[in-house]
T-cell receptor, first 111, second 116 residues
């Protein structure tokens, strides 16, 4: 089957710096993408989403960029805080059906 | 916002016994719920799609007779792990889609299953 993959399994950043987490997807038919944050022992928490008819969407301290040409998705976190430490997953969706998750990136914020 | 409650949060059972996990949508109706399994330091793998009033749709390689799914109402889906073995030990997570909010998916807090 097709997979959603991430380039970096672990990302370490200094507190206050910006973080960029990347995701490559392979299904060109995917039309909806979501970033989730998962803390240890908990379920995924919605961060931000984007539809395929957009290339950028901003939230509070987070921005998602979508490049359909190269099938790449990124999550930017501004002024990273210790509370941002978690595993981040991208997920793709086709026409409202099931979500397919990427492999995940562990974000570690160093004080 | 939409809330999904999953129970229990953790359970320890003996090999050969069955365990039931509940997933409830608290403030919305969910015609579709999803069950995932997650092993340590790995991603979420979809096990099955639970449809209210009909049979669940299982992903390839998931044993439907072992992982029984029931979605009898618009707010409740259950996953029963039958004849559990140690290799079934995992983190099980449910998700529900609030059809009233379009594509919104909300996840439960997960259930840590340990089979001894």
């Amino acid at each position: 089957g097709e997979n959603v993959g991430l380039h970096l399994p672990t990302l370490s950043v200094q507190e206050g710096d910006n973080s960029i987490i990347n995701c490559a997807y392979s299904n060109s038919a995917s039309d909806y993408f979501i970033w989730y944050k998962q803390e240890s022992g908990k379920g995924p928490q919605f961060i931000i989403d984007i539809r395929s008819n957009m290339d950028k969407r901003q939230g509070q301290r987070v921005t998602v960029l979508l490049n359909k040409t190269v099938k790449h998705l990124s999550l930017q976190i501004a002024a990273t805080q210790p509370g941002d430490s978690a595993v981040y997953f991208c997920a793709e969706n086709i026409r409202g059906n099931k979500l397919t998750f990427g492999t995940g990136t562990q974000l570690k914020v160093e004080l | 916002g939409a809330v999904v409650s999953q129970h229990p949060s953790w359970v320890i059972c003996k090999s050969g016994t069955s365990v039931k996990i509940e997933c409830r949508s608290l403030d919305f109706q969910a015609t579709t719920m999803f069950w995932y399994r997650q092993f340590p330091k790995q991603s979420l793998m979809l096990m099955a799609t639970s449809n209210e009033g009909s049979k669940a749709t299982y992903e390839q390689g998931v044993e439907k007779d072992k992982f029984l799914i029931n979605h009898a109402s618009l707010t409740l889906s259950t996953l029963t792990v039958t004849s559990a073995h140690p290799e079934d030990s995992s983190f099980y997570i449910c998700s529900a889609r609030d059809s009233g909010r379009g594509l919104g998916y909300t996840f439960g807090s997960g259930t840590r299953l340990t089979v001894v």
